[in-house]
């Protein structure tokens, strides 16, 4: 199977790299050249426009920072709609709009192509060394002629049902991700003002009910003080917004989620777009003049576990 893929951002690149790495024959494009030309050195082609590239390849991936950019590679003069046809597979990656992947995904199958959506899940560091988590919505029959693909980008692969499904379970999986860095904040907040060692509050938190994902990953950066999650506060922004504008075309009335999206505009505004998100509890650091930096954590999060071939749960 000939693979394309669209974006070799912080994500897309690691996962682009784990099918250079397992052998996959890999067509790539990217507006970033420096990008393009590092996997052109490790043995992929390159596209001169998304609709080339589409035109040359079985599967298509695209994994790009927002549902916009998103749709001008696809709906485009040079884009991948104009390169599609019969059997051709679109395998959106992004974190993206239900409503949007469906759209777009109407005008796939137009062209007798099949759309999925396959958002992942367990940051940067996991995608690097494919054992991350990858969500995959669409046609069952689909899912399984590209699995061998999957299985090499990712560890845990779940077929979520019908298109849309996948994103729908991203949005929600980001949003409790962004209320716990959000509680971590404030936990560390009243453990460094009871004068608790801080290392040991890390291990005593991760083997305890009130541990989480989020605080055996992003804690450790926080510790440190490098903050380094590989993800940044514009993109936390645009998920806790795509959950709160889901719930409210579900006519949903929460309570948490405005109040998470107010404290990353907060966040945004104080530290900047690009700021990395886990920054988010400086907040807390500044409001009450404390930090929380202990010794023997990492700069930056390396995942450690051996690469495993996926599968499907």
Known sequence: MKVGFIGLGNVGGKLAGSLLRNNFDLTVKDLDQNLTKSFIDLGAKVANSAKELAEQVDLIITCLPSPQICSEVMEGEDGILNGLSKNKIWLEMSTTDESEVKRIGKKVISKKAIPLDGPVSGGCHRAATGNIAIFVGGERSAFEKILPVLTVMGRKVLHTGELGTASVLKVITNYLASVHLVALGEAWTVAKKSNLDLSKTYKGIAVSSGNSFVHETESQVILNGSYNINFTMDLVLKDTGLFDNLAK????????????????????????????SSMIVKRMEDLNKIDFRANGFPEELIDNEPEEKGLEI
Do not use: C, H, M
Not at 249 to 276: C, H, M
């Open 249 to 276: 075309k579900l006519n949903t009335s929460l309570e948490i989620s405005p109040k998470i999206v107010e404290i990353f505009k907060d966040g945004q505004k104080k530290y900047g777009s690009r700021a990395w």
